[in-house]
């Protein structure tokens, strides 16, 4: 397989990865109001499936800014891909902004432990690496480091709220 075919299958699939993220939320919306009901453990449910959506949506964009990140490394001439490694990196600060305004609006309904996940996270993590990049650009940043840690907070989000609504620690 030559290489132009591999780079349009890594962005090809890179692509239905997002595509996939960004419909997660609609198709959970959908079902959840299917089975509408006022119990607490459902509505805490619904929270967590929005929280886990965010924090999803955030790893995935994460993971194609490296994924074309590689692919500038192959061609450095390609500034096409440079626009769309800073778009990906950027829209998974929105999608980390969104979870931490999803937190602080309905914080009856997150736990503590919840809480301290993600602003642990924000704090170690992502607010160094969000100056970082604010300041100098994607050529600032560990790309990959930055994908390990929001699939690290994914994985630990989904830990907890699968415990905190009583599914057990299944994975």
């Not at 626009?83 to 999803?102: R, S, Y």
């Not at 990959?144 to 929001?150: E, F, N, R």
């Amino acid at each position: 397989m030559d290489t132009a075919t591999k780079d349009w299958l890594v962005v090809g699939c890179s692509i239905a990865s997002v595509c996939a993220s960004l419909s997660v939320p609609i198709v959970s919306n959908f079902l959840s109001t299917l089975r509408r009901n006022d119990n607490g453990r459902i509505l805490r449910q619904e929270f967590y499936a929005a929280i886990l959506c965010s924090a999803a949506r955030a790893n995935d964009r994460f993971l194609s800014a490296a994924i074309r990140q590689k692919l500038l490394r192959l061609r450095p001439d390609n500034v096409e891909l440079s626009v769309h490694v800073d778009e990906d990196i950027g829209a998974g600060w929105i999608a980390l902004e969104e979870l931490g305004k999803k937190l602080q609006a309905d914080q009856l309904i997150c736990s503590d432990k919840v809480l301290a996940l993600v602003s642990d996270a924000n704090s170690k993590h992502f607010w160094r690496a969000e100056s970082l990049f604010r300041l100098y650009g994607h050529t600032a940043l560990d790309i990959d480091d930055l994908h390990k840690q929001a699939q690290d907070l994914v994985a630990k989000l989904k830990h907890r709220c699968r415990r905190e609504i009583g599914l057990g620690a299944q994975r």
